[in-house]
């Protein structure tokens, strides 16, 4: 499986991205409940529209906190990987230049 740093950062964005929309979310909830009160004068409607209302707020809550932490898991991610990826790299260019000078069978010396 290759992964690539793009991939990983690309989806933090998306994440960053539905983050955003989560807010706006809550933002036009919190702007259509304004006026309506405590839960009106005794109307059950109305109490059940503020219950309603507290469990929503409560999930978007949630689901922006759990996109805020995902997005920083998967830009970690994306750091870790690349680093990972450097170490690899560095690991075999180091084993290439320590046997740069091994002839190949029948081969010349230099020839690889």
């Known amino acids: 499986m290759k992964s690539t740093k793009s991939v ?11 983050r955003g929309d989560i807010k706006k979310a809550l933002t036009k909830l919190e702007d259509e409940q304004q006026g309506l009160g405590a839960g009106g004068s005794g109307v059950q ?24 932490v995902l997005q920083a898991q998967l830009e970690k991610a994306a750091d870790h990987l690349e680093k990972n990826d450097q170490a690899v790299r560095s690991s075999f260019d180091r084993l290439s230049d320590r046997y740069e000078e091994t002839p190949g069978v029948g081969g010349r010396r230099g020839e690889k």
């Open 8 to 18: 990983w950062s690309g989806a933090g964005r998306e994440v960053q991205g539905l």
């Open 45 to 68: 409607s109305a109490a059940a529209q503020q219950e309603a209302y507290h469990s929503w707020k409560r999930y978007l809550d949630a689901m922006s906190g759990r996109c805020s």
